[in-house]
């Protein structure tokens, strides 16, 4: 169980971490970096990328709400909120960058795997 916990929050704090990427630092030297991005293209996707931290501060808040809640509603919205981190990662494998699948996919892949184990 501690293992699965500490799993979940460290894949909710990741997506805390892209939100500010991608919400209040994606014209900045960090964002511009970690997204291999030129000032230019910063600013003409800056409202686009803030709308992807927002959907990732939702991931994060989802993921926090099941941490909080009893089970066996913690339990369902944990599963369902790290199958949709997966997926994102995934389409974000394919369509963006192979990278996106061992940031995001994986980590959440672990969580899910051991809150289905802590639950047996």
Request: charged letters at 10%.
């Amino acid at each position: 169980m501690i293992v699965a916990t500490i799993l979940v929050v460290l894949v909710a704090l990741l997506h805390v971490w892209f939100l500010a990427l991608e919400m209040f630092l994606w014209q900045k030297p960090l964002g511009l970096r970690t997204f291999r991005i030129t000032p230019e293209d910063a600013r003409t996707t800056a409202t686009l990328a803030a709308n992807q931290g927002l959907y990732n501060g939702f991931l994060a808040a989802g993921l926090a709400w099941g941490l909080l809640a009893a089970d066996p509603v913690g339990f369902q919205v944990k599963v369902f909120f790290l199958a949709c981190v997966i997926v994102a990662g995934v389409y974000g494998a394919l369509t963006v960058q192979r990278g996106i699948l061992f940031v995001q996919a994986l980590p959440a892949a672990l969580a899910l795997g051991a809150v289905f184990l802590a639950r047996t």
